[in-house]
């Protein structure tokens, strides 16, 4: 417990197992999408990509529209 920064108060003891149950904060989804997003379509590798002009930027199609379905 000490190592996870919890008192041993907090431990759980039930049917022989010991737990604790701790609350996280969490990040928006939009969020997380908006930071991988980029990522996500400039890292996607392809055998036989093109390029536009000398730029280093690669792509197979060019990528028209994108949804990402929150709630």
């Known amino acids: 417990a000490r190592g996870k ?3 041993v ?3 759980v ?3 022989g ?15 997380i999408v908006t930071d991988m997003l980029p990522q996500l379509i400039t890292g ?3 055998p036989k990509s093109m390029h536009w002009g ?3 930027a690669k792509f ?3 990528v028209r529209w994108l ?3 929150l709630d």
């Open 5 to 7: 920064g919890l008192d």
């Open 9 to 11: 108060a907090d431990l």
């Open 13 to 15: 003891v039930e049917d």
């Open 17 to 31: 197992y010991i737990y604790a149950e701790t609350k996280t904060a969490g990040v928006p989804a939009k969020d």
């Open 44 to 46: 996607l590798n392809f």
């Open 54 to 56: 000398n730029l280093d």
């Open 60 to 62: 197979v199609r060019p």
């Open 67 to 69: 949804v990402a379905l």
